[in-house]
């Protein structure tokens, strides 16, 4: 059952007498570090969540945010980790599966998906296994439940080898005055179980994605749950119609421990008592037990509170829709959860302790030692040719082969598909308004230091969703990371949070939402830190939008901000040097407003033909990108050494260092001086790198690179590996 001897005792003092089969579980599962976050809730405290943009933050199905016009964006971000690395189809499918319940649950429409995605070393015998099913199961249930996938991120490590990760996000639109929640109310209000029947799929689900792997992982297949997209599909469109009336009081989506987390935590939020009849609920096997009922993760399934007299109309849209219905309870004021079935008491369980009075753990932790700084680095190769091989790589390769499996255009509202900073997908029904998206996380700069990754991995969502002209809300958050019991793993946790609350504070870009996975181990090594932001943010006149891609030939290349050529933790030194060494590079809060604030003032005034910001493999990867996406070449001077940088201060630094706060943007060539004074009157260093123009990326006195030796390279490396030529 997965609880400790203290536990358990804590278990008898609630009960005042022992727990049956049924309550016992009940207790399991809502203890469970995946359903309770007893080792991280004391830190997760800590987050700013609050702004006046801000609805809802965490504490509901998702994260709700006023993005004008009346509307509302509601979005959250959760893993599917261990199910993934169990079974990937049906673990990736039904990780969509149940984000898109968390958010249409709130009564959006949910209108995006987005992932981001660990994979081991691509040698490792399971990796292109574990790619291909992922890949797969995302797509399958993506595009046939019609929710574009619009965007994501795909890390290679051997730290994944024995445990991926799989985190998914769905963002959705509501009216704001339409919002619903989840807190039961009104005495004697009928409770409503919709959706699909319940099997014995995903029993104990929670209980193992809150536990270490081991050998036996794969034994683990039947707490995997097994998703139907053509029936989510009805679901929402049932929800949503009945959300049109004044039917419900409360709504809450079955997601990890299915029937037990969804009534109790809608009977807690209340203040209210429960009597649930479990002989009631649609089952599609026969002989289920309480246990299995309450406990049983089958997908598609959603709970409500109705107003009374309101069940037939409810029944009558469910059954359109071919959808099950069933009254299975009613609210009391007892503040206790009483199952029932075949006519027996079955369950007597109070539901605040459950609810709320989990354990809650203050874990030893000691902070992670400091990198030792970078010292001389020898270059093996001209930077041409060092570039040439990391466009090929596997963290830096095109992820087309993924994306292109994924419907990224149904609905019709996508305005820039995967490739880009950030996705941009249309408000329907608002001709000028669009939200824009992006999930971030560099985990190697977690590893070496988890302050100052936590801050990255903010701050590039928000430099991602800033360089396509968009202006930065909110975050999720979704936080994986190894075993915290082990005083090191939650110390990069602590460290971890610590950063995103200082980039958050300084960006003014609260949490609204998220999810904390942790025990991402196999027989004890863990995966790397890796705190996965989700960012959204609003284009108010989509028109403006940036790319990246260089649109005409004589056009200037500018970088905004400053480059002080690190390569601490960068991939040049890891993939072409060798070397996982030194520390990453620091995160300047206040450069990453000023110079991002600059860029989003020169896209929204149409200075600049096209922005991307600089981040892995650095200047001459951003502009490698900007020309593979524009199909055009330049010919650029590196900036010049700052002196020495600690770390080599040279060519190669300037080239490949991972400097934070920078953009590349482009202008045509009457307009430089315009756009140089603007940006400096906004605060914002900036400097000229060359010209747009020709069929070959030239670094003066460095080199030469064809595009299309670069194409090949870049877009080779995922084709060639799933089809096992590498």
Known sequence: MGLTREEYDRVLKIMGREPNQVELGIFSVMWSEHCSYKSSKKWLKTLPTKAPWVIQGPGEN???????????????MESHNHPSFIEPYQGAATGVGGILRDVFTMGARPIANLNALRFGAPDHPKTRHLVAGVVHGIGGYGNCVGVPTVGGEVNFDPSYNGNILVNAMTVGLAKKDRIFYSAAAGLGNPVVYVGSKTGRDGIHGATMASAEFSEDSEEKRPTVQVGDPFTEKLLIEACLELMATDAIVAIQDMGAAGLTSSSFEMASKGG??????????????????????????????????????????????????ELDFAVIGHLTDTGRMVLRFDGEQVGDLPIDPLAQASPEYDRPWVKTPPQKPLGKVNHPLPIAEALLRMMGSPDMCSRRWIWEQYDHLVRGDTAQVPGGDAAVVRVADHPKKALAMSVDCTPRYCFADPVEGGKQAVAETWRNITAVGGRPLAITDNMNFGNPERPDIMGQFVGAIEGIRAACLALDYPVVSGNVSLYNETNGKGILPTPAIGGVGVLDDVSKMATLAFKLPGEAILLIGRTAGHLGQSLYLRDICGKAEGPPPPVDLAAERTNGDAVRMLIGQGLVSAAHDCSDGGLAAALAEMALAGGMGAAVTLPAAPGDAGDGGDAFAMAFGEDQGRYVVTCPAESVEAVIAAAEAAGAPVQRLGMTGGDELTFAGHGTISLQALRDAHEGWLPRYMAHEI
Do not use: N, Y
Not at 285 to 312: A, C, D, H, N, Y
């Open 62 to 76: 998702a994260g709700v945010i006023d993005i004008g016009d009346g509307l509302a964006a509601i979005f959250k």
């Open 272 to 321: 209210m008592g429960i009597d649930l009849d479990l002989s009631k609920v649609p089952a599609r096997e026969t002989g289920m037990t309480p246990f299995e009922f309450m406990l049983s993760e089958s997908q598609e399934r959603m709970l409500m509170v109705l107003k009374p007299g309101s069940e037939k109309q409810a029944e009558a849209i469910f059954r359109k829709w």
